[in-house]
């Protein structure tokens, strides 16, 4: 029988700590909707008592976020489990996380303390917490580096006290899939009341391995995941929600499950990235802009021949429209035909080998073969070809205490059209001036703003990636100048569609 494991997502307590990605009490409450509709169990949502700001985020998404358990961060203190406990009172179903650290640094250095103090801190903290609420989950802090006996007994001495979770975090993500596993393992076999409790992992990915050591956590004996989108979190990071969701989905040998629609995936990533202001590393698994890319041939030719060659997902069971074939150097004539029977050209076996040859040409020199370049390779619609939509002039109003104001001249189909718009920065000003002029509905679906070196003279490289009519299109550019170089990225993806 498949065993549920619950999903406790902390992107907005570990993930939140991360400098640059703090956000406000609105994008907070935007997030915790987004994770309740992927169906996550548990959402750590703060550490109350840190500062006033993170207060008042536990009130607001605990009054608007029903659905999960929400719960709150403390020290082993009593005035931080006030403040978790004041945070919470409004919701529905709610946990209060109290813990201290057990490893013997910890105890030596943080605490100069000795392991039976901290045993009863602990015991302390937890029954103090249960005059509050019912749900209390202990996190031992550094269980990674504890020693597996003592760390038994803080275990068992706090199931004693009423903790229902038992959180066992690798805080420094330094231990390895094995010995995570074996801990787990050993906890299971030697905390005499264990059967009251669930284990919980969280670890940390600073040697790469915080998926494996939380698989190889469940496999032991963990029921709860402390996980986060994107798998951002402290240093290199926390475990990665859909890595592990995933893991459990596709890999139908291993008898768990988590309640997660897994359809809504990719939009949580997209929304951590866009109010964290954190890119996702394009070969970041499942949510990666390349996670769902073929670009050499021989792939290319496996997928187009049927899915499964290449690919152990399905794109839209995360939440993705399809997948890509990308045409670079390395793409086949599968893929080529592929893209020229999706732009509505059937060629023959000559005029495909033709083209191909042309093709290969230019994708040597040219990074980005799009659209355009493959209808004029083939000498189709060639007026069709040139009509892109270029643009000719901009001008933006930017800078502290003014309104961004963006004037765009674009020449479409050899017509200039002016446009002037406001935003809430320059970029939002000019792509709502270029909105304007286009009479479509166009989505900004990913916008990615990259230095190619370190200098503040450096070139902007910018990716832009827009959907219309359920259909995806990239556009990218480059330029010393961010606005124009995001605007002309934008009008690049535009410019395939019209
Ligand atoms: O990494 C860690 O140990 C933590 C605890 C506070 C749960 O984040
Ligand atoms: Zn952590």
Not at 74 to 84: G, H, S, W
Not at 146 to 171: C, F, H, M, Q, S
Not at 256 to 285: C, E, G, H, W
Request: charge should be negative; glycine fraction near 6%.
């Amino acid at each position: 029988m498949e065993q549920k494991v619950y999903i406790f997502d902390t992107t907005l307590r570990d993930g939140e700590q991360v400098p640059g990605c703090q956000l406000n009490t609105i994008e907070k409450i935007e997030l915790a909707k987004s994770l309740e509709l992927l169906k996550v169990d548990i959402i750590e949502c703060g550490f109350p008592v840190s500062s006033p700001g993170d207060f008042q985020s536990v009130v607001e998404i605990s009054k608007n976020v029903t659905e999960p358990v929400i719960c709150a961060l403390t020290r082993a203190v009593e005035k931080d489990i006030d403040a978790a406990a004041d945070a919470l009172h409004f919701a529905r179903r709610k946990r209060i996380h109290t813990g201290i650290g057990t490893s013997d640094p910890h105890i030596k250095y943080k605490f100069n303390s000795n392991r039976e103090e901290i045993i009863e801190r602990a015991v302390n903290a937890v029954r103090y917490a249960r005059k509050f609420v019912d749900d209390v989950e202990f996190y031992a802090e550094d269980a990674g580096r504890t020693e597996n006996e003592y760390l038994a007994r803080v275990v068992e001495a706090v199931i004693k006290a009423g903790t229902t979770v038992v959180n066992i975090p690798d805080t420094t993500g330094y231990c390895t899939p094995w010995e995570y596993g074996e801990k787990i393992r050993f906890l299971m076999e030697n905390v005499p009341n264990i059967d009251k409790a669930i284990l919980s992992t969280h670890c940390h990915n600073d040697l790469g391995m915080a998926t494996a050591n939380t698989l190889s956590g469940i496999m032991n004996g963990a029921r709860q995941v402390e996980v986060t989108i994107n798998g951002i979190g402290e240093r290199a990071g926390n475990t990665s929600l859909e890595e592990v969701v995933m893991i459990l989905r596709s890999r139908k040998d291993l008898p768990f499950y988590t309640d997660v629609d897994t359809k809504q995936i990719y939009k949580n990533s997209r929304l951590v990235s866009t109010l964290m202001r954190m890119p996702v590393q394009p070969n970041k698994a499942i949510v990666g802009r390349n996670a769902f890319a073929h670009s050499s041939g021989i792939h290319q030719d496996g997928v187009l021949k049927n899915k499964e060659s290449y690919e152990i997902i399905n794109p839209m069971d995360v939440g993705v429209n399809d997948s890509v074939i990308a045409l670079t150097a390395r793409s086949g004539r599968a893929a080529l035909n592929h893209h020229y029977q999706r732009l509505g050209i059937e060629l023959t076996p000559e005029e495909l080998d033709h083209a191909y040859e042309k093709f290969l040409l230019l994708a040597d020199t040219k990074k980005d073969v799009n659209d355009s370049d493959l209808l004029i390779i083939v000498g189709v619609n060639r007026n069709e070809a040139q009509r892109k939509i270029r643009l000719k002039f901009l001008q933006v109003i930017c800078g502290k205490n003014s309104v961004p104001m963006a004037t765009v001249k674009l020449n479409i189909d050899g017509e200039i059209c002016q446009a002037t718009a406001s935003g809430n920065g320059p970029i939002d000003a000019a792509f709502t001036a270029v909105k304007k002029l286009i009479n479509r509905k166009i989505i900004v679906e990913e916008f990615l703003v990259q230095a190619i070196t370190r200098g503040c003279n450096d070139v902007g490289k910018v990716h832009v990636q827009v959907e219309n009519r359920g259909h995806l299109y990239y556009g990218f550019s480059a330029n010393t100048d961010i606005v124009t170089a995001s605007v002309e990225a934008f009008v690049d993806a535009i410019s395939k569609f019209i």
